[in-house]
């Protein structure tokens, strides 16, 4: 038995796009921070005696996914026998969380230990891409690029968690389950968004933002690049044929809020997936007062808190979110 932990990570430079499908490599350069507290455990046993892969903890429609993901890796290393795969989140939503990058990461790094494999992170970053691109970025702590390079992915830690503790706040507005997923969506963009080009051609300058300003600690920097990259992601998917419109009332009445602190002088600036939550970079130090703004939202169910954190890891005993209820009982990680 083998229990990984993997926590998910925010993109503060967007990935919205392949170069290539079935790769899954991106057509353009992403930067994420790993979150600290929110997170995947999974615990994978291969076993001759399956005759296919059992997926606990996911709703049917996610299974898929998945079990994909496992007939990839066992071709990929030669492993024999099928697994028994339990998943569980301590997040209790299903939507815009980029549950799928924690998800795959902690499967990655489970994975590798249930077969007894020895592999660097670079590798586990191109199993966890294989499951969801931006799980790649979950294979490292603190600040993560990824980036397309001579038709390969490169995978890159450019500053470690304790660099910078930003905090960021999660701001849920809405628990229901997406309608299009990430890779649907953005399928969807390329193919009929006219805007997929410009949106590939203005994220070089985000990247070179963002990265600077990570390394000068300039927040006022970081979140103007991270807010507006995070417009045009969406502005590229409105834009498409049947249209993206991944945000709720409540998430413009967030976004709202926090230009509204910044015309009073707090540092806030938001980035949002594809999803509905609204994510709130700001200093420790203005945490409470930013997370009291959020919370008066109207329909803000809840702000969870965190900061930058770790890679995965193995754990000798699961997390206790992992096992609160009975094994068999389905969690609300979901594959997004
Ligand atoms: O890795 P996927 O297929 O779940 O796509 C992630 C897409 C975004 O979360 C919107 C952006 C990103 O870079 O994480």
Redesign the pocket.
């Known amino acids: 038995m083998a229990w990984a932990v993997a926590n998910s990570n925010l ?1 503060l430079v ?3 796009g392949k170069a290539d499908e079935s790769a899954k490599h991106p057509a353009s350069a ?1 930067l ?1 921070v790993t979150l600290d507290s929110i997170s995947t455990a999974a615990d994978v046993v291969f076993s001759p005696e399956l005759s296919s892969d059992r997926v606990e903890g996911l709703p049917p429609a996610a299974e898929s996914k998945v079990k994909r993901f496992f007939e990839s890796f066992r071709a990929k290393f030669g492993v024999r026998g099928y697994a028994t795969i339990f998943l569980a989140s301590n997040f209790p939503i299903a939507a815009g969380l ?1 549950s ?2 924690s998800t795959f990461a902690a499967l990655s790094k489970a994975a590798a230990a249930a077969a007894a494999l020895t592999l660097g992170d670079a590798e586990l970053a191109e199993i966890a891409r294989s499951g ?4 790649c970025r979950s294979i490292y702590g603190g600040f993560v690029e990824w980036r397309p390079e001579g038709g390969r992915s490169v995978v890159e830690p450019i500053a470690a968690k304790e660099h910078w503790p930003l905090r960021i706040l999660v701001a849920v507005t809405s628990e229901k389950p997406k309608t299009v997923g ?2 649907e969506g ?1 399928g969807r963009t390329v193919a009929t968004s006219p805007y997929y080009p410009a949106w590939l051609r203005s994220g070089a300058d985000d990247l070179a933002e963002v990265r600077a300003a990570i390394r000068a600690r300039d927040l006022s920097r970081l979140g103007t690049a991270a807010e507006r990259n995070c417009l045009r ?1 969406h502005a590229a998917a409105m834009a498409s044929v049947p249209p993206l419109v991944y945000w709720e009332p409540a998430t413009l009445g967030a976004m709202r809020r926090v230009w509204e602190l910044r015309a009073r002088g707090v540092e806030a600036y938001f980035s949002i ?2 999803g509905p939550q609204v994510k709130v970079l700001c200093e420790a130090n203005d945490a409470e007062t930013v997370k009291a703004a959020m919370v008066a939202v109207p329909g803000v169910i809840r702000v969870l808190s965190s900061q930058p954190g770790d890679g995965p890891r193995i754990v000798d005993r699961p997390p206790p979110w992992a096992l609160a209820g009975s094994r068999s009982m389905p969690r609300q990680a979901v594959v ?1």
Request: hydrophobic share 40%; net charge neutral; glycine share 4%.
């Open positions: 993109a967007k990935y919205w992403s994420s980029a799928s990058a969801s691109g931006s799980a990430s890779s953005m992601m997936d594809a997004s």
